[in-house]
């Protein structure tokens, strides 16, 4: 991972992102997925043991509604708590990816990434909605290490400039946090359905109205720094962690590790699912992580403590969850190239 790699052989040194997105998309098995989603579809209404709940159109869009009224009815054991120990895993899992999309989008305000995959992180994740954050996670770091920038004082050690971070900041409270929080603590099935209905097409919100509003103000919003947005995200990622190691009747095993046997039945086939989901996803963010420390060091950036902090981070995850620990990682090393630039 030296400075002195050539693309080819980033490409090699990043082979295992590619072994993880495989690996998480063959483990998921998304095909049985779609199978348990059809007699939902089929009788027009969500249905489990002791309930129903007919479908809505949310887009009033064909295409977008046929789209993803599957999705809401694989999330529907989480959301409507009919499988409580998945309703404890998706509370975390989404409050903790506002971390991980905040990480995502300053990265494509870094001015050696432009042009690169990192500078299209909406892409990827909406992509991550459709066909699961794990795989995507996986294959979107391996071409963001693969593309990224030599380690030069000039072009590694840009630090990021967002247009405006409170734009930022705001665009992902609205569209990520407030519907993924809806989806789970609505006081109706109806009203959890709609925000699982809202929060499908986050990232794409995320993406547009962050843009948009760039472009509305044209620097008339407050100015604030560029960690803030992240900082946003992780003291409410953490806080939700915190709550779910205190509240929760189900140890951390239980809640975020899978069950090694294949699950054939729809409730646990989705929890299945959904935690390698969120395994894969944050464990590629972590692996990303520590191949940027390195890059750190063959750059001269820093010393061996690059590898204290990386050992650290998993200690971190378990203290306050995945998207703040990799939200401390990516400060320190943005403080790295702040120092540096």
């Known amino acids: 991972m030296s400075a002195r790699l050539s693309k080819f052989q980033r490409a090699l040194a990043a082979s295992p992102f590619l072994i993880l997105a495989i690996t998480c998309y063959r483990a998921m098995d998304i095909d049985k997925i779609i199978a348990h989603q059809l007699p939902h579809l089929e009788k027009g209404k969500i249905g489990w043991d002791g309930g129903s709940l007919p479908f809505k159109d949310f887009y009033h869009i064909k295409f977008l509604d046929d789209l993803w009224r599957g999705t809401t009815a694989s999330f529907s054991p989480s959301t409507f708590g009919y499988d409580a120990l998945s309703w404890w895993q998706m509370f975390t899992f989404l409050q ?17 990434n432009q042009g690169t995959p990192a500078y299209f992180p909406t892409i990827f994740a909406s992509a991550g909605q459709l066909l699961g954050i794990g795989p995507v996670a996986s294959i979107f770091c391996f071409l963001c290490f693969v593309f990224a920038p030599r380690a030069s004082h000039s072009v590694l050690g840009s630090p990021v400039r967002t247009p405006n971070a409170f734009i930022l900041q705001s665009v992902l409270l609205l569209f990520h946090t407030l519907p993924a929080f809806g989806a789970f603590l609505s006081p109706t099935l109806e009203g959890k359905h709609y925000w699982t209905w809202a929060w499908q097409m986050a990232p794409l919100w995320v993406g547009v109205g962050n843009t948009f509003f760039n472009y509305l103000t ?64 944050f464990g590629s963010g972590y692996l990303w992580l520590v191949y940027a420390f390195y890059d750190l060091w063959a750059a001269g950036f820093v010393g061996k403590q690059w590898m204290v902090v990386g050992a650290l981070i998993p200690v971190f995850a378990i203290c306050v969850g995945p998207g703040a620990a990799l939200a401390i990682g990516w400060v320190w090393r943005e403080s790295v190239l702040q120092r540096v630039a």
Not at 96 to 112: N, Q
Not at 267 to 278: G, I, N, T, V, Y
């Open 218 to 281: 044209k620097g008339a919003a407050p100015r604030i720094p560029p960690w803030v947005p992240l900082a946003a995200m992780s003291a409410i990622s953490a806080s939700t962690w915190i709550y779910t190691l205190r509240a929760s009747p189900y140890t951390l095993w239980e809640i975020f590790i899978p069950e090694a046997a294949v699950q054939t039945e729809f409730e646990p086939h989705m929890r299945k699912a959904l935690q390698l989901d969120s395994l894969f996803g």
């Open 96 to 112: 903790d990816l506002g971390p991980l999309y905040a990480m995502w989008l300053l990265e494509s305000y870094r001015e050696g």
